[in-house]
């Protein structure tokens, strides 16, 4: 089984999101804004805008913030956003795999390169970790859809891979190239998912104890603080001790 992302379990549990609510709006709009440039305004056509508003409507972003992005998309005056990945490693030897929307390149590289670096971490080349990583869709449902065995069976139905189940919710993971196509059949079976996304996920999880994963938790709080930065994923893991007391 493949699993989610541990130390997004740790993040969620340490209430980060309502923390940075604010900045979570923008980098939704961000994406909202891309999405609607890159294709029609209107999410029925356009499978990239639906999946981004779906997503911040999950975070309860409001739907005149979400309606202000789509428009953003069609004035002259909007920027123009490149996607950018970086690739480094953290300590303990970990590897991190960071996606940005930026507008200034350098700066952005830059950026996240001083982060790494105050971090005793290090920026790599692009392809430097992320071969150990599977780039992958991932489609959230709350425990509310259903028990284990529906879930189960729903996704084996609509084609995908894997399932998992803990107390903060559902995790399916689908190729991902199939994630628009295993998404829209989960929603006729289980209804409309929490979040539909591609992520990056570790073949192998790299151990840490205490104090490494502090430390990593941290470059991940301020890689994630940096405006630019949309994505953040990681390869380490931790007991359930260390777990208790980072969730503390």
């Known amino acids: 089984m493949a699993g989610h992302s ?29 999405a609607a440039k890159a294709g029609l305004p209107d999410p029925t056509m356009n499978a990239r805008l639906r999946l981004a508003i779906q997503n911040a409507k999950a975070q309860s972003m409001p739907k005149d913030n979400i309606d202000r ?17 970086y ?24 950026n996240v390169r001083s982060i790494f670096t105050k971090a ?18 991932e489609i959230t449902y709350k425990l509310s859809a259903g028990d284990a065995d529906k879930v189960m069976e729903a996704a084996i139905e609509a084609g995908a ?11 399916i993971t689908t190729a991902f190239e199939a994630l628009g196509e295993v998404a829209k059949a989960l929603e006729s079976s289980l209804g409309e998912a ?7 996920r570790a073949q192998n ?18 890689l994630e603080d940096d405006d ?3 994505n953040v994923y990681s390869n380490f893991e931790v007991s359930e001790e260390v777990l208790a007391k980072l969730s503390a």
């Open 228 to 230: 630019d930065v949309q």
């Open 194 to 200: 929490e979040t539909v996304k591609a992520v990056w």
């Open 69 to 85: 992005a789509i428009k953003k998309a069609s004035g002259a005056d909007t920027e123009n956003y490149d996607e950018v990945r």
């Open 161 to 171: 891979d894997d399932v998992e189940t803990d107390e903060e919710g559902h995790y």
């Open 205 to 222: 999880n790299v151990p840490v104890d205490e104090e490494r994963a502090q430390s990593l938790l941290k470059l991940i709080d301020s």
């Open 87 to 110: 690739e480094g490693y953290g300590p303990g030897g970990t590897a991190i795999i960071v996606e940005a929307l930026t507008d200034n390149r350098n700066r952005t590289a830059s």
């Open 6 to 34: 541990q130390f997004k379990n740790i993040m969620h549990r340490k209430g980060r999101q309502d923390s940075v609510r604010s900045k979570m709006f923008s980098k939704l709009a961000r994406e909202i804004t891309v």
């Open 120 to 137: 005793g971490g290090a920026l790599g080349e692009t392809g430097s970790v992320s071969f150990s990583f599977d780039h992958v869709g």
